[in-house]
């Protein structure tokens, strides 16, 4: 069983910073693509930032120069720094991993609430 297993919500003040982290666990198939999705409360699921295995990085214009997204490709994780978060950063942040044959694993989610 495939499990993505996430870390580093909670509550911060807004300027604060927050780092999550997501490893995948239960297999070792290839990780074509992997990052953050977010889903504010009443809205869709929407893109924080994802980086594919040539390290191609694709992320949402309303984080950039504020999140930053790695992967360690060893451990099979990748990780979210957010500085600098605002309230409209509010949401539960889920992880994504993208495996052969177009599977998608998401996380349980974990929840950033950020105030004013």
């Known amino acids: 069983q495939v499990l993505l297993v996430e870390s580093g919500g909670g509550l911060v003040q807004a300027g604060g910073s927050l780092r999550l982290s997501c490893t995948v666990s239960?297999?070792?198939?290839?990780?074509?693509?992997m990052g953050w999705y977010r889903q504010a409360p009443g809205k869709e699921r929407d893109v924080v930032a994802t980086?594919?295995?040539?390290?191609?990085?694709v992320e949402d214009a309303s984080v950039k120069g504020r999140f930053t997204l790695s992967r360690d490709n060893t451990r099979r994780t990748v990780f979210l720094q957010m500085n600098n978060l605002k309230p409209d950063d509010t949401a539960v942040y889920f992880c994504?991993?993208?495996?052969?044959?177009?599977?998608?694993?998401w996380g349980k989610g974990t929840a950033v609430t950020v105030s004013h």
């Open positions: 994504y991993a993208l495996g052969p044959y177009g599977r998608q694993y």
């Open positions: 239960g297999d070792t198939f290839t990780i074509y693509n």
């Open positions: 980086i594919d295995i040539s390290g191609n990085l």
